[in-house]
């Protein structure tokens, strides 16, 4: 899809506008994410506000974006590699989106985490920020590149985020057992690490479909259907 | 348009067709499933037409046309001596791109080959037009005007005029060469919903230019390319992740 050119060189301008405008629509969510870890950091409720208010943008790319699917679908009838493309771009999209939100709903954790000393499980939130965001980095330049290798270490990365998450949950959550002044901050820290998680969990979405995209096989699920017995818990 | 394998109804091993020295189907190998509709697509002069015609032996008319292989319908071989043509051409009937009515009455044209196979008479073919122009779609428009001459209908209504005829004389398979190519895209989708209608009872094989086309129809396509097939298969796979490179140039639209 990358190299390949099609008869219409419309299609194939059209196919190129929206791999630009998906590519910079996860630049820019990639962009809030950080700004809001740096309102955390800096402790700026300001920055963390320009973050809300900057999402406005994100929703438009994403308006745009489906609109554009929608009149290639209807005017090109996309088939085997650009149909998926398509249909890729349309779920992508949505995660990318979402990823935009996640970033608004973790600026919106600042003032919280402003009003009283960090707990230390603050300190380790830039860096599974950071992860997440490498992540995310990954899986845009996987699909710019059509690279599916790239894609499944993107999703051979997500475990450790999660179990990051959990490490921090057991340790705020022991924190407020002990202090429970602690509870406010605790809970704003436990939620922010959550959006983190949440976050990298889009970001394997969208590195399942640029599988999807690239070798049409749907890598979705895959573990819940080749393991259908469960042991009871 | 489910994807379940059915009995092969037509199969070829090793087929390679030559027009003198023009390779025109090399080495193809194919398995056309029962009352399955199966399009095929590919550029011009890549074989579909000729592929088509070797079911029914249309090719032998055509000098210095050589055809080796196993050619099979029912698993019987087609191309053995003492295959009566008559009898298979009566079991593999054919459309064509152009609807070619006979400049006879509506009736006569599809108690047409029911005559003259002498497979009904009298009243019997007043049974036979009746069944196959509303097989067709065409009863309720045409029953009193059955003694108009065939060429004062439209265009599509000529086209459902010449497969009622081909019916009319109980094929199993129905070749059809473009049947759409003549007919404007309102007709055209009539006479897909009627091709789809026609797939249940029988072996459908359509040649098409209209890659949508043969998308929204078929349960199997076959891409050919410079007399070769290269793939044949579901429908849905081969317009979704087709397994070979060139399918995938050619349903893309791409190049390079």
């Known amino acids: ?233 | 348009m489910a994807d379940v394998p059915r009995a092969a109804k037509l199969r070829t091993d090793g087929l390679n067709v030559h027009y003198g020295d023009f390779h025109a189907l090399k080495n193809v190998t194919a398995v056309i499933g029962e009352r399955r509709l199966t399009a095929l697509i590919g550029p011009s002069g890549c074989g579909k037409s000729t592929f088509l015609r070797v079911f029914n032996r249309m090719n032998d008319r055509v000098a210095g046309c050589r055809v080796e292989g196993i050619v099979e319908l029912d698993g019987q071989p087609l191309y053995r001596r003492g295959v009566d043509i008559e009898a298979l051409r009566r079991q593999v009937g054919m459309v064509f791109q152009r609807p070619n009515p006979f400049p006879l009455s509506i009736f006569e044209n599809v108690v047409f080959g029911p005559r003259i196979h002498a497979l009904a008479a009298g009243a019997e073919l007043e049974a036979v037009a009746e069944r196959c122009l509303g097989a067709v779609g065409l009863w309720d428009d045409l029953k009193d005007r059955l003694d108009d001459s065939a060429l004062t209908i439209t265009p599509e209504q000529m086209q459902r005029l010449c497969i009622a005829r081909a019916i009319a004389v109980e094929p199993d398979v129905l070749l059809m060469d473009e049947p759409c190519s003549s007919l404007d895209p309102i007709a055209t989708l009539r006479i897909e919903s009627l091709m789809r209608e026609l797939s249940h009872r029988y072996t459908i094989l359509v040649v098409t230019h209209n890659m949508q086309q043969a998308a929204r129809i078929s349960d199997d396509t076959g891409f050919l390319l410079l007399g070769e097939l290269v793939e044949l298969g579901p429908t849905a796979t081969v317009f979704t992740r087709p397994r070979d490179r060139r399918t995938e140039d050619y349903v893309t639209g791409g190049f390079g």
């Open chain 1, 1 to 233: 899809m990358t190299t390949r050119r099609h008869i219409n060189a419309q299609f194939d301008v059209e196919l190129r506008s929206l791999k630009d405008q998906i590519s910079a629509m996860g630049s820019l969510v990639d962009r809030h994410v950080g700004e809001a870890v740096a309102a955390l950091i800096e402790r700026d409720r300001e920055r963390a506000r320009r973050v809300i208010e900057a999402d406005r943008a994100v929703n438009q790319s994403e308006l745009a974006i489906d609109e554009q699917c929608i009149r290639v679908l209807a005017l090109q009838q996309p088939a085997a590699s650009d149909l998926r493309f398509i249909a890729a771009a349309l779920k992508m999209v949505t995660d990318l989106e979402r990823i935009g939100d996640l970033a608004v709903n973790m600026a919106e954790r600042v003032p919280a985490l402003c009003e009283e000393p960090a707990l230390r499980a603050v300190e380790e939130l830039p860096q599974m920020a950071a992860a997440a965001q490498t992540m995310l980095r990954d899986v845009l330049e996987a699909f710019v590149n059509g690279d599916p290798v790239k894609a499944e270490a993107v999703l051979a990365a997500d475990p450790a985020i999660d179990a990051w998450s959990v490490r921090i949950f057991d340790e705020v959550q022991s924190v407020m057992g002990r202090d429970p002044s602690s509870v406010p901050r605790g809970l704003a820290t436990i939620f922010f690490a959550k959006h983190i998680e949440r976050m990298a969990d889009h970001t394997t979405n969208v590195a399942e479909m640029v599988i999807y995209l690239v070798r049409g096989q749907d890598v979705r699920h895959a573990k819940a259907s080749s393991s259908p017995q469960q042991s009871p818990t």
